[in-house]
């Protein structure tokens, strides 16, 4: 696990992971990983992440179905950030949007402007957890 | 400022910001900014950060000319990341590389694979600094 040696995790045992789309480079979302949930992503091929709120890992789209399976990975020069690429299944961001980046600061007065089109309802991602 | 009041700013007064580049959708660096040097990039039109090692502001390609001109700037969902598209000069990367993740993880052997062409030598780029 050569390239594991060379992450520099934070005092918290944590590495920043962006999520970009394999397809369209746009990218999907950040989250953390801790060396555990990294190696799980490696060992199933779909990101794994650690929970920073729950304290606890999270196999992203474990409940809405919304998995990422993992197309390519990169560490950046100062090995404390990774660049993973994916093929998303469906909405990436809980909120039913593709990318968790939807809002879209306006130019003029810098207020949030959604900028992308919804896929699903939140509502609706929740309720396929309950089927 | 109305999208600064929705930034959840970490217990270092930070939040992290993805720099994607206009043009091809590349995601460049990663960097951290504060509330002061967010306001300092919208004033200049160009990426500044907070530099967590040397503690002080650090507007990218200061002394390298790599400067990075905002385009267009995102907040995500649970407002503590920031994804900022930038038309880039040069090279993103202080290794001469134009993105930071230019080392790719070999999916065999986990081992650090360089991916991009070096664009200019560490100490070129470090030369102008001298000039």
Redesign the interface.
């Known amino acids: 696990?050569?390239?594991?040696e060379?992450i520099k995790f934070n005092s918290d045992g944590l590495v920043?992971a962006?999520i970009?789309d394999a397809e369209?480079?746009?990218?999907l979302?950040?989250a953390w990983m801790n060396k555990e949930s990294l190696l799980k992503t490696?060992e199933t091929g779909n990101t794994v992440f650690w929970s920073r709120s729950r304290q606890k890992f999270w196999m992203k789209g474990e409940t809405s179905g919304h998995t990422q399976k993992v197309v390519?990975?990169?560490?950046?020069?100062?090995g404390d950030?990774l660049?993973i690429k994916v093929n998303q299944k469906g909405a990436a961001?809980?909120?039913g949007?593709r990318s968790?980046?939807?809002?879209?600061?306006d130019e003029k007065?810098?207020?949030?402007v959604v900028?992308e089109k919804q896929l699903e309802s939140p509502e609706k991602i929740y309720k396929k957890k309950n089927e």
Chains 1, 2 share one sequence.
Do not use: G, W
Not at 100 to 105: G, Q, T
């Open positions: 696990m050569k390239f594991i060379s920043p962006i970009q369209n480079n746009q990218v979302m950040m490696l390519a990975m990169y560490l950046d020069c100062d950030t660049l961001c809980h909120e949007y968790c980046f939807f809002r879209k600061i007065d810098y207020s949030l900028c």
